[in-house]
């Protein structure tokens, strides 16, 4: 998300693992990426995302209808060069631009390239036991098991 913002914003700032973020139509041909607090803001700060970074959606029925995917969808968020532009890359191989998602849509962040720090939103506390008393891997591995 870093293209037409990076161009039209004094100031940007760079997402943060476990941030919650969301999407916002800023001109009539570009949406950009902001804090979740600002979302209902005239000017918020756009958040740019690095590209590789790993994020969880939190979609609604109408937009789980819409882009045929389920209520929680991990992307990869990807900065096209020919042409410039911000998709997101579902695991089924289906990209969707930044600029085609409807206002308001969430998303966490669960991990930046480089980044050393995971998202909270990943990691179970240790300790937590299943249903036969045995305890339960962390999310973050079980996750990483399926990749």
């Given at each position: 998300m870093c293209w037409l913002s990076a161009e039209y914003a004094n100031h940007v700032e760079d997402?943060?693992?476990?941030?919650?973020?969301?999407?916002?139509?800023?001109?009539?041909?570009?949406?950009?990426?902001?804090p979740e607090s600002e979302l209902k803001t005239r000017w918020p700060t756009p958040v740019c995302l690095l590209d590789g970074t790993k994020v969880l959606f939190r979609f609604s029925q109408s937009e789980e209808e819409m882009f045929h995917l389920g209520a929680e969808a991990e992307a990869v968020f990807r900065?096209?060069?020919?042409?410039?532009?911000?998709?997101?890359?579902?695991?089924?191989?289906?990209?969707?631009?930044?600029?085609?998602?409807?206002?308001?849509?969430?998303?966490?962040?669960?991990?930046?390239?480089?980044?050393?720090?995971?998202?909270?939103?990943?990691?179970?506390a240790s300790g937590i036991e299943n249903e036969e008393g045995r305890e339960k891997e962390p999310f973050l591995t079980r996750l990483f098991a399926r990749l």
């Open positions: 997402a943060k693992a476990g941030q919650r973020l969301g999407i916002k139509k800023m001109y009539s041909h570009a949406n950009w990426v902001v900065m096209l060069e020919n042409p410039k532009r911000d998709v997101f890359e579902f695991s089924d191989g289906k990209q969707i631009k930044v600029d085609a998602m409807p206002t308001g849509v969430l998303f966490d962040v669960l991990l930046i390239p480089g980044s050393e720090h995971d998202s909270s939103v990943l990691t179970v």
